[in-house]
């Protein structure tokens, strides 16, 4: 048996969205035989709330790489495949009859799994050598700052203590990790004499509103099929209206998103998950197409959430603790990427952790790696999954749509329109910002290929409109085309040589 070169904790949360990353993490470094992996869950037991989760090609492609395609097929809505395929129809739906107005195809598409299913592929692949604790909340940790060689320690909500060479703080959006990390990165930049990047820091720490509400339910699909038995979604997912079947196709996944831009960056001062009463939600659509009205006499109970993110960090590691996930990037969920940017962030940690050349003594070089190849990547999805939600809900400035409602005013549906670039990102790009309104969408898997529409709103001429619709499908698909025409290998080859670097380390 090979000696223990690290000791590594890995903390999740998975009622905060920590359990998708920090379990790939786990089941890649458990099979390294000198990697000592322990995962602290906090909740009571090692199960996943949640419904859908969707992969893009760049993320299966990591999934194959770790073992896991096999079963992971078993339990995908569609096999997996590299052929073009409908991933999403964009459809305009808040009016009484919808309009489609883009197809997006991709190289095989979007692949849906139920997120309990996909959580249980992960805990079956952990070795055997990888330890699991549940009820384990961290409450804290302190690390030396004088000597990389005295071990971390942590201490947990029920009163026991735990060590470690290397903490990762995977426990997702209201992560305990990284309220403490940004205190360490924000004394460091103060001995430093940067009191505006230590106030950042300190900001960044508590997660944020993003003004946007989710409602969200699992619908039986044979309920829907009585309803309208043709209905698109049984085959196929819709966007702005966020559904698409999951469990091999037994049951519906559905998030319904109400957005106010103003309010985004405030603090929700409400419970972030409560249950909602039916009328809610038939009060805001009640002016949708026929569509939308069976999906929602089809909820039995909905759930609405508070979306919230995290504000940018000037780096995802401090000192021997590196974050990963929600807790590092928690994003908008209108590239249906957070899960896929946790798993790279797993993948390519544990890629440099595991390599011969990262030893207690080179960790520092190794963490530095991880944090300059994928935190400017995952920070780039964050905002564009924020832009991609403007353009999907019609807010973005000057390609608004204001629905006719009744008595003769107009609005616009379920938002507000006076939506900005996020004064927290510096690169920006205002061409892909828009707001919550009136886009539903629908597919399955896909390349690209545009359908022409006849829209029309009162006020506006119907060429204006179609400039507007093929403008927004234009941005979204720039946007996002990264998720199937990249893959993670170049990012990851750079960071493996970084560890052969002998130049000093950038810090914040």
């Known amino acids: 048996m090979s000696p223990t070169k690290l000791r590594i904790a890995i903390c999740i949360q998975r009622l905060s969205g920590g359990g998708v990353g920090g379990l790939t993490c786990a089941v890649a470094l458990s ?27 760049r993320t299966w492609k990591i999934l194959c790489s770790l073992g896991l ?10 096999p997996p495949t590299d052929e073009p395929k409908v991933a999403f129809h964009f459809r305009k739906g808040d009016q009484a009859s919808g309009v489609d107005f883009h197809t997006l195809v991709t190289p095989g598409g979007m692949l849906a799994f139920h997120r309990a299913d996909f959580h249980a592929v992960l805990l079956r692949h952990l070795s055997s050598r990888c330890r699991t604790f549940t009820r384990k909340r961290l409450a804290s940790y302190h690390q030396s700052t004088s000597s990389s060689h005295n071990p971390i320690s942590l201490r947990f909500h029920d009163g026991t203590t735990a060590t470690c060479d290397l903490l990762i703080g995977a ?17 460091a930049a103060r001995t430093k004499g940067r009191g505006d990047i230590a106030r950042r820091c300190l900001d960044a720490g508590s997660p944020k509103w993003s003004g946007t509400l989710a409602y969200r339910a699992i619908i039986p699909s044979d309920k829907l099929r009585l309803l309208l038995p043709n209905h698109r979604v049984l085959e196929n997912p819709m966007v702005q209206l966020t559904v698409y079947p999951i469990a091999r196709g037994k049951l519906i996944n559905f998030a319904a998103m109400r ?32 569509e939308v009205q069976a999906l929602i006499k089809s909820i039995e109970k909905v759930n609405r959430w508070a979306i919230h993110t995290t504000l940018p960090l000037p780096s995802f590691v401090s000192g021997r603790v590196a974050l990963l996930g929600d807790a590092a990037h928690a994003m908008m969920p209108y590239q249906g990427s957070g899960a896929g940017q946790a798993i790279e962030d797993a993948y390519v940690l544990s890629a440099v952790l595991s390599d011969p050349r990262t030893t207690r003594t080179t960790l520092e070089r190794a963490l530095h790696a991880y944090d300059a190849v994928r935190r400017p990547f995952a920070l780039r999805v964050q905002e564009s999954s924020r832009e991609n939600g403007l353009l999907y809900t019609l807010n973005y400035p000057g390609l608004t749509f204001d629905s006719p409602h009744p008595g003769g005013t107009t609005r616009t549906p379920l938002s507000t329109t006076n939506s900005i670039p996020s004064p927290y990102h510096p690169s920006s790009h205002p061409h892909l910002q828009l707001g919550p309104g009136g886009v539903g969408s629908s597919g399955n898997s896909g390349s690209n290929s545009s359908q022409k529409t006849a829209l029309h709103v009162p006020g506006q001429s119907q060429q204006a409109d179609e400039r507007k619709l093929a403008e927004i499908r234009a941005r979204i698909q720039r946007n996002w085309k990264w998720a199937w025409e990249t893959t993670v290998d170049a990012d990851l080859q750079r960071a493996l040589r970084m560890l052969s670097d002998t130049g000093p380390l950038r810090s914040v």
């Open 259 to 290: 957005a106010r831009y103003d309010r985004e960056y405030t603090t929700f001062d409400q419970p972030w998950v409560q249950d909602a009463p039916l009328d809610e939600l038939l009060g805001d659509f009640e002016q949708w197409e026929p």
């Open 31 to 57: 099979r390294c035989s000198d990697v000592h992996v322990d995962v602290y869950e906090a909740a009571a037991e090692f199960t996943e709330v949640g419904a859908g989760i969707g992969v893009w090609p």
């Open 69 to 78: 395609a096999d079963d992971l097929r078993k339990i995908a809505i569609v």
């Open 171 to 187: 426990d997702g959006v209201k992560s305990a990790t990284r309220r403490i990390f940004v205190e360490e990165l924000s004394a």
